[in-house]
């Protein structure tokens, strides 16, 4: 079996491995997966303008009247996003606030609490707008195997 052979079976392979679960109809399935791994987050936090935060909930005393404005002033806009259970927005935007605000671990979750249902945002999110760089969609890893595979293959056999 010559390279070229061997190259063209490994990226079938991979490209067959990444399917993702919904090709086959996993998702039919109702019922608690506790180990599921959870879906990427589609807005950027990364680039995110924290300084609504950080300009005004300030230690040591982190006071929550203050802290907690604060932060429902940044979280409402994603809060369809945020409490959605079965993608890391959330995680990856709190990992965020504490790298670019070195608060305490659990601060907001913490001291910031309305009721049962967690802090109640005043109005729906606002759509996201192209030019935001917040709300940037991210890529699916698959597809951009996909397209590499068959762009490596393309050149592979001119």
């Not at 399935?29 to 959870?38: C, D, E, I, S, T």
């Not at 982190?62 to 959330?90: G, R």
Request: net charge negative; glycine share 6%; proline share 7%.
């Amino acid at each position: 079996m010559g390279s070229c052979e061997v190259l063209l079976v490994l990226l079938v392979a991979l490209s067959v491995f990444a399917v993702s679960d919904a090709t086959f109809g996993s998702e039919a399935h109702v019922g608690r997966n506790l180990l599921q791994a959870k879906k990427g987050c589609q807005v950027n936090f990364e680039f995110s303008n924290y300084s609504i935060i950080t300009n005004q909930c300030k230690g040591p005393q982190y006071p929550p009247k203050i802290c907690c404005a604060a932060f429902k002033e940044f979280a409402c806009p994603y809060a369809d996003v945020l409490n959605d259970l079965t993608n890391e927005c959330a995680t990856t935007m709190f990992s965020y606030i504490n790298i670019y605000g070195k608060y305490p671990p659990g601060l907001f979750a913490s001291e910031c609490r309305e009721g049962k249902q967690g802090l109640a945002c005043p109005a729906p999110p606002p759509s996201a707008s192209a030019s935001d760089t917040a709300n940037q969609i991210m890529h699916y890893p698959s597809l951009m195997l996909m397209i590499l595979s068959a762009g490596f293959l393309f050149l592979l056999f001119l």
